[in-house]
Structure formats: structure tokens, C-alpha cells
């Protein structure tokens, strides 16, 4: 019979200590570090990591109307955007960031955005020279 070297003791009956594998050491190690050290902080995305398009809050947010002022607008095809999604209880929208940039660079103030709407599109819809 083999004799159990985890809970064995010795003839003065202290215990004997157990044989452990440098392996397990090592991956228990390891796991405890992960838990303990905390993961590096990843820097906030730069303007040109962001993505080309814009959500109905995101776009509501920034010209400082609510989701649904921009909803409608949207949907008498005031503001430039493209369908992502059409189901049958919501249709997704997307709203170009450059439309955005635009306004808010603009200076104008959020009643003359149907104006500058039209302008923008037929801005950037007009063939190149």
C-alpha cells in the first residue's frame, strides 16, 4: 500500500510536508497574480478611432435635442441617414459623424437644422469637380 504523503505524519506526529509539483506551483502562481494585479487602463479612443457613424442618442446628444426630435426628423427625411436595421417594431438609423462635426461647427442654432440639413446634403452629394 502506498503511503498518503498529503495528510502524513511523521513518528512524532507532526506533519510531513506534502510533495507538490513545480508545474501546479507555477499555474497557481500565475492565476493568483492575475486575480490580484489590476489590467492596464486603456487610453480613451482619439476622434479618429471613432466610428464614421452616429447613434439616434449620440446624434441627439450632440445637437442637444431628444431621441425623438431626431427620430422624426429622420423619418420625413430632414436628417441625412442610413437604415441599419428594419423590423417590424423598430427600424435602426444610423447618422453620419461628418453631418455632426459639421452642425456643431457651423455656430447655427438647432431651429436652422432642416436648413443646414439640405445643405449639407447637397453638399457632399454634388459630383467632384
Known amino acids: 500500500m502506498q503511503r498518503n504523503t ?8 507532526s506533519p510531513v510536508p ?10 497557481v502562481a500565475r492565476a493568483l497574480a492575475a486575480a490580484l494585479i489590476p489590467q492596464p487602463r486603456h487610453p480613451p479612443p482619439s476622434e479618429q478611432d471613432a466610428p464614421d457613424f452616429l447613434t439616434t442618442a449620440q446624434l441627439a446628444r450632440r445637437l442637444g435635442v431628444s431621441r425623438e426630435t431626431v427620430r422624426r ?3 420625413t427625411g430632414t436628417l441625412p441617414h442610413t437604415v ?23 455656430g447655427l442654432d438647432v431651429a436652422d437644422l432642416a436648413a443646414f440639413a439640405a445643405w449639407w446634403r447637397a453638399r457632399v452629394t454634388a459630383p467632384a469637380r
Do not use: M, Q, W
Not at 506534502?18 to 499555474?27: C, N, Q, R, Y
Open 84 to 106: 441599419v436595421c428594419r423590423g417590424s417594431r423598430k427600424t435602426t438609423r444610423r447618422y453620419p459623424r461628418r453631418f455632426a462635426d459639421d452642425f456643431a461647427a457651423s
Open 73 to 75: 426628423l429622420a423619418i
Open 18 to 27: 506534502a510533495l507538490i509539483p513545480p508545474e501546479l506551483l507555477e499555474t
Open 6 to 13: 498529503v495528510n502524513a505524519h511523521d513518528d512524532r506526529g
